[in-house]
């Protein structure tokens, strides 16, 4: 199974470094050196760690491909992925690949799609696209994102009055229900 580990930020000083937004639960395991890592980049097929350091609670990252900032600058959003045979199923969580093209429902009404997951030190985010094509941000919390169904490519969602309308202009309105709280 293919399975995301982490997303590149931005670059770390100038010998190569980047920071990277963490999508795995063991980063001290996933990230030692010598490890190699499917990268989706034009350039580079793999990246190789040399190096990984925590500054404050962002890690950092070198890759034995990335020689300077130059280098590091051009592979900024790329995906980190491994080639596992673990399946971690204790039904506690999901994977962003699983969440993503998920259609976003209240109730009955298709709302848009997942298209993001934003993970936080307090809470997840999911990212939705909309069907008129606006991206809002819910909170990944079970009181509004009840029922997560990786097979029925759903998820609903209960999201209080106002959630998909606060960040609208004046005047445009959405086909989104108001839940009552």
């Given at each position: 199974m293919r399975l995301q580990v982490a997303r590149i930020g931005k670059p770390h000083g100038i010998r190569g470094e980047v920071t990277v937004q963490v999508l795995?639960?063991?980063p001290e395991d996933r990230f030692a050196p010598g490890e190699v890592f499917e990268v989706e980049h034009p350039k580079f097929k793999t990246l190789t760690v040399e190096g990984a350091r925590w500054n404050k609670e962002i890690l950092l990252l070198a890759f034995a491909e990335l020689l300077d900032r130059?280098?590091?600058e051009t592979v900024r959003g790329a995906k980190l992925f491994i080639e596992t045979e673990e399946v971690e199923d204790e039904g506690e969580?999901?994977?962003e690949h699983e969440l993503v093209d998920l259609e976003a429902r209240v109730g009955e009404n298709v709302l848009g799609k997942v298209s993001a997951l934003r993970t936080g030190n307090v809470q997840d985010?999911?990212?939705i696209k909309t069907t008129d094509g606006?991206?809002?941000y819910v909170p990944f919390v079970e009181s509004i994102v009840p029922e997560v169904n990786i097979e029925g490519g759903y998820i609903l969602m209960t999201p209080p009055a106002g959630l998909f309308e606060i960040n609208r202009e004046e005047g445009t309105e959405?086909?989104?229900p108001a839940q009552e709280a």
């Open positions: 795995t639960d063991a130059n280098a590091a969580g999901w994977y985010l999911l990212v606006e991206e809002v959405t086909d989104a």
